[in-house]
């Protein structure tokens, strides 16, 4: 069964960077679309980042374009969002999933990690 493990989460102020990293089991991960989604207290769970088995397929929310950078090693299972430039608003915990379908509905995805807190303050 694939496992998503997230890290990198931590507390940061305003204007700052962090790098998450999802680690992933499974043979067949080069063969998912990875994303990455947030969810703030209170909202809903949203997307922030994709991105496809192609290295050159990536997708960004509008509130986080420009900001933040989404790649993926295949040899290391692993998927990376850079996050720079953070904002008070980019306060949520964030997870990684894994879909074979649309990269954009968290219903889409099948498989999710336990979320990393991500902190900024003003």
């Known amino acids: 069964q694939v496992q998503l493990v997230e890290s990198g989460g931590g507390l940061v102020q305003a204007g700052g960077s962090l790098r998450l990293s999802c680690a992933a089991s499974?043979?067949?991960?080069?063969?998912?679309?990875i994303g990455w989604f947030r969810q703030a207290p209170g909202k809903e769970r949203e997307f922030v980042a994709a991105?496809?088995?192609?290295?050159?397929?990536?997708y960004y929310a509008d509130s986080v374009k420009g900001r933040f950078t989404i790649s993926r090693d295949n040899a290391k299972n692993t998927v990376y969002l850079q996050m720079n430039s953070l904002k008070p608003e980019d306060t949520a915990v964030y997870y990684c999933?894994?879909?074979?379908?649309?990269?954009?509905?968290?219903?889409?995805?099948?498989?999710w990690g336990q979320g990393t807190q991500v902190t900024v303050s003003s």
């Open positions: 991105i496809d088995w192609s290295p050159s397929s990536t």
């Open positions: 499974g043979r067949t991960f080069s063969l998912y679309i």
């Open positions: 999933g894994r879909t074979i379908g649309s990269y954009y509905y968290s219903q889409e995805y099948d498989s």
